[in-house]
């Protein structure tokens, strides 16, 4: 498949269970790499640059500071508190001379999507599917990635919880973020979305 992406764009991808969704995302974050074919990214850091063809380091660099990602599945949370994984993703993003600042936004962001306090300290192990899901997004969206990459953030989640992730959506698109979603149901993304992909049809609608 071929399609392009604008900066402060946001673009929904459909298609059917199993038509490659999530890997197209996967491909870009570099967590599959792809075989052939070409993955153009305009870095701020390294410029035009081929994300099949970006070095280790590059990813790196670029997973830290420029993409973010929240993954369909939530598998790989690390042994952290839920606190410290948001905190750490907004020191990368203002840096660690800025810790107040940071702490007050993890706070802001752990509020937004009602993370009752009493999980602040926890490690999410033991989350519910709904809770791990509203920990990612945050840890995500907090740094205010340039490029951000989102496999069914609201697929798990209650209608309130819906219509956090979507207003946190619209305030990053109202800052430039250019954004790649995967939604069970795009309707819900209705009037944010510029561009629809569709895997079967292979085009931008
Ligand atoms: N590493 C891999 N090696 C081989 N096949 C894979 C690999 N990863 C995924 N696939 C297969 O590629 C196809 C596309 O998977 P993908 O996860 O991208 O689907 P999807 O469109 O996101 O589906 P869903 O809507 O169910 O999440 C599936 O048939 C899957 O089994
Ligand atoms: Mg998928």
Redesign the pocket.
């Given at each position: 498949m071929s399609f392009a992406l604008s900066p402060g764009q946001f673009v929904g991808i459909t298609?059917?269970?199993?038509?490659?969704?999530?890997?197209?995302l996967r491909c870009i974050w570099r967590t599959?790499l792809p075989e052939r074919g070409r993955i153009l990214y305009d870095s701020a850091r390294f410029g035009l640059l081929d994300l099949a063809q970006a070095t280790q380091r590059q990813m790196l660099y670029l997973r830290a500071f420029e993409l973010g990602y929240v993954s369909?599945f939530l598998n790989a949370l690390p042994r952290q508190t839920a606190r410290d994984i948001v905190l750490k993703s907004a020191l990368e993003a203002y840096g660690a001379d800025d810790r107040e600042r940071a702490e007050a936004e993890t706070e802001r962001m752990l509020r937004h999507f009602d993370l009752d306090e009493s999980l602040w300290e926890l490690y999410p192990r033991t989350f519910s599917g709904g809770e791990k899901l509203r920990l990612n997004i945050a840890a995500a969206m907090i740094k205010r990635p340039r490029l951000l990459l989102l496999d069914?953030p609201t697929a798990s989640l209650d209608n309130a919880s819906k219509l956090k992730v979507r207003s946190l959506i619209e305030q990053l698109k109202a800052e430039g973020t250019t954004m790649l979603g995967?939604f069970h149901d795009l309707e819900f993304m209705d009037g944010l979305c510029d561009h629809e992909f569709n895997?079967q049809e292979g085009m931008m609608a």
């Open positions: 298609g059917r269970s199993g038509s490659g969704k999530s890997t197209i599959n369909q069914e995967i895997m």
